[in-house]
Structures are given as C-alpha cells and as structure tokens.
C-alpha cells in the first residue's frame, strides 16, 4: 500500500514537470501535444486499478473518455458562441449545451453514451464549420460592394 501512495504523490507531478522541460527545451507547440496525452487522468487510473480491481477501473475509464467528449463540447460551442456573444452570454450557451449533451447522455444511458457526445460534438463542429463559412461569405460580399 505504501508503494501506491509513493506513486500517488509522485507520478502525476513529475509527469507535469517533464512536460514543462520539454516546453522549455522543443517549444509550447511540442508540450502541447504532449499536454494532450492523459498525463493526469492515466496515472490516476493506474492507482485506482490498482486499488479497486479492474472491472472499477474499467468504468473510471469510461467515464473519464465522456468527459474529455463532454469538454470537447463545450469548447467547440464556447469559441461558436464567443464570435457571437460577449463572454457573459457565450459562456452561457457553451453551458447550457454542454448541459443538454450530459442530459442526452444520461438519458441514453442504455446506448453507449460515447456515442451520443461524439453525435454532438460532431453536430456543433459542423454549425461552427458552417457559421465561419457563411461568416467568411459575408464579409466577400461586402467588401464587392464596397
């Protein structure tokens, strides 16, 4: 038990320090991506297979792939509604859809709930990927009249 505990305290952090090493020697643009990779959440779900058995440990992981979904979400509806809203207003509707993702999901419980956050997420990047198009548009056409 003691071992789990050391791995505890020191995993995690000197992950993060690694990543902070390699920002300063490669660039932000390389601890980035490695920033990306599950340097929290993969150590914290060694411990907890290691304490708990793996078939917790297997529903842990589930969870925590829905709310990497869930934030990936919310972020793609935030920048949709920042170019719309003030931050007050855009925060709003990134929440309340990311509200309506979870709610979806929990009501599809039965489903594997993965796939109704990638529906979603899939459904809002393709409005976002509209609205700049149309955005991108619309600022043609009104620099021809000019």
């Known amino acids: 038990m003691f071992s789990i505990l050391l791995l505890k305290l020191f995993l995690v952090p000197c992950l993060i320090y690694s990543v902070t090493l390699v920002g300063r020697k ?26 708990q ?23 793609v509806a935030y920048a949709w509604a920042a170019q719309r809203y003030a931050m007050a207003g855009a925060m709003l ?17 039965q ?14 990047l393709l409005v976002q990927l509209g609205m700049k198009k149309m955005l991108s ?3 043609t056409m009104a620099a021809s009249k000019v």
Request: contains cysteine.
């Open 93 to 109: 509707c990134a929440v309340a859809f990311a509200v309506f993702c979870v709610s979806l999901s929990m009501l599809l419980r």
């Open 26 to 51: 490669w660039g932000l643009g390389v601890a980035g991506w490695l920033s990306a990779f599950p340097i929290v959440s993969g150590p914290i779900l060694l411990t907890i297979t290691l304490e």
């Open 137 to 139: 548009m619309s600022k």
């Open 53 to 75: 058995g793996p078939a917790f440990a297997a529903t842990a992981a589930e969870d925590t792939l829905l709310a990497v979904v869930a934030i990936l979400v919310f972020s």
């Open 111 to 124: 489903q594997p709930p993965v796939l109704a956050f990638s529906c979603a997420f899939i459904c809002a």
